[in-house]
């Protein structure tokens, strides 16, 4: 699987891992990983231990995910980025947007 | 399904009786049979009846079963229409031989009923299956002429925006290899009336038509604002205020903005989402350059960051600038080129002068020939040089009396709500510049409105003591300050009053700005000379629209001031040299 998803803290917190290469492929299937799950939602948690590379669609999601979230007050945190990812998002000053750890 | 669409057979046997029986099968099966007695007959029937596929001897008089399965074939085109030897061969070779002449399949004789329904079905999905994957094929095809017929219009109608600008100045190298027709990077340059040169490098999500249509209002806002004068810190702004807009959520540009003035050798820079690029001085020193800001279009204006870093330049500094397309270019072991060979090989470049060439080659030595993966790589060089380098800018003053408005007043109050969320300058600008011969001065003219709208906003209306500024520190502190006092503003106002009379070759401009706030100590601001050294941050906007206006008032104890300004078509050229040879 490509991206897996786990309820956690009461179905408040929604954990995203994203497997392999975060790029344009995986569109629906991230889209449908925060879409498709309860209200009770507050915070997601995009664990990256297991992605090896994300492109600037990634980023796009990302954003989507954002926007979908709440844009402003969305609590979206990004977790365990191997150092490419991680040079990534600082290129593109993400932490600005998101709670990078 | 199978009984509802008769499979048309056309069977080819001399032998009669052997032919009879297999169209006596196939009938009663509910299939549509054609008969022919030789292979000639059989090839004339086939042109004419196009059956869905062909039962066939091999030994035939007049043309036998290979010959016209041959023929069939090259009827058939790019249709599939399974041609089934009949033999009564039983040697392998034989056999063999039926399928190397252009036979799918082979029937021994004599014929199980059952074979017989079974191989003709399966034939007939099996051509099916063929016809469904040619229509999918052609659709993709028609599809994708299609798209690439609109890139090619949408690349002509950007290449007219985008292709007026001066990327062939004396000091710009430039490297653009469009992956796709249109690719998803922007290079746009152009010179500001005072004589400085403002260059974007972009690189939007997504290539095609997304980008094409993403760089339309890009071109246009750079064009149109560098032209009027406009710097790099409001530009920058007005784009992603125009991307935030027009972009769906997702889609960004990732962008580097470059402003130099060769008069100054001064330069402002501004990135956003774009790797790390170089400075590289004349005698080979590498300073770094990261971005500090998100891509454009992602945030909202309010929270957009327009703030620019400065450098000061020597003649042949230059900068080297791409997008992720360099970084990424990837080699044969599938690893990308990577920063760190960026940096080596530019810090291996003989001179400064050979680390565009070297990196170009470096790439292509590097990059994988069959990998069909990569983005679009873009490289540009933009050096410090001598004004006299470069063509004049050519600014477009009408002259004669009475083109343009000259003879005009007009007054413009701005109340607390739109103080908090609108800058008044562009617009008061914009109506500058309609004035032919305020264009050449664009640039000061801007300066000038925002001093003092500046002045009477912060200090006037929302009374932020210009003392904070005196440190870089305390510089920080002042516009959150600011922020703070903007967003709890709700009464206070800044009327702009601006006054042309004139005859089209000289006229003259009064600006009078009143703000609501209890003015300042004018003397100070003055002669920054009675403010003990810390004249640097705040007492500079005053004295410098001193410089540049004929004469600056102040009335009201500091809450109002007029500026006056004389302009003649004659003496632009001369003031201006002054400015710059100060």
Known sequence: ?101 | MMDKTPIQVLIADDNAVDRKILARILSNQGNEVVEATNGAEAVSLFVEHRPDMVLMDIMMPVMDGQEAARLMKQEAGEDFIPIIFLTSLTDVQGLADCLESGGDDFLTKPYSPVVLQAKVRAFYRMREMHRTLQEQRDTIARHNEHLLYEQEAAKAVFDNVAHHGCLSAQNIRYMLSPLALFNGDVVLAARGPSGTMQLLLGDFTGHGLPAAIGAMPLAEVFYGMTQKGFGLSDIVREINLKMHGVLPVGYFCCAVLVEMNFDTKSVSLWMGGVPDCYLLRHQGELVPLRSKHLPLGVLSNQSFDGSVERFDLSNEDRFLLWTDGITEVQGDSGDMFGDERLRHTIEAAKTPDDAFDAILDAVDRFKNRESLNGDDRTLIEMKMVDRDLLDDVSVQVASGPASGPIDWSMNYCLGPESLRHFNPLPLMVHILMEVPGLRVISGQLYTVMAELFSNAFEHGVLKISSGLKHSSQGFLKYYQEREQRINALTEGFVNISMTHSGDGSSGDLVIMLEDSGKGFDVNAHLNPSSMAGASTYCGRGISLVKEICDSLEYHNGGSQVIARLHWDEQEHGVRLQDEHGA
């Open chain 1, 1 to 101: 699987m490509k991206i897996q998803t786990r309820l956690e803290n009461n179905d408040q917190d929604l954990v995203i891992q994203i497997n392999g290469r975060f790029d344009f492929s995986t569109h629906q299937v991230f889209r449908e990983a925060y879409e498709k799950q309860p209200e009770t939602v507050r915070r997601y948690i995009i664990d990256m231990s297991e992605t090896s590379y994300l492109d600037s669609s990634a980023l796009g999601m990302l954003l989507l995910l954002r926007d979908y979230a709440g844009g402003e007050s969305a609590m979206i945190t990004i977790v365990n980025c191997n150092v490419d990812v991680r040079k990534i998002l600082t290129i593109s000053n993400f932490e600005q947007l998101f709670d990078i750890r």
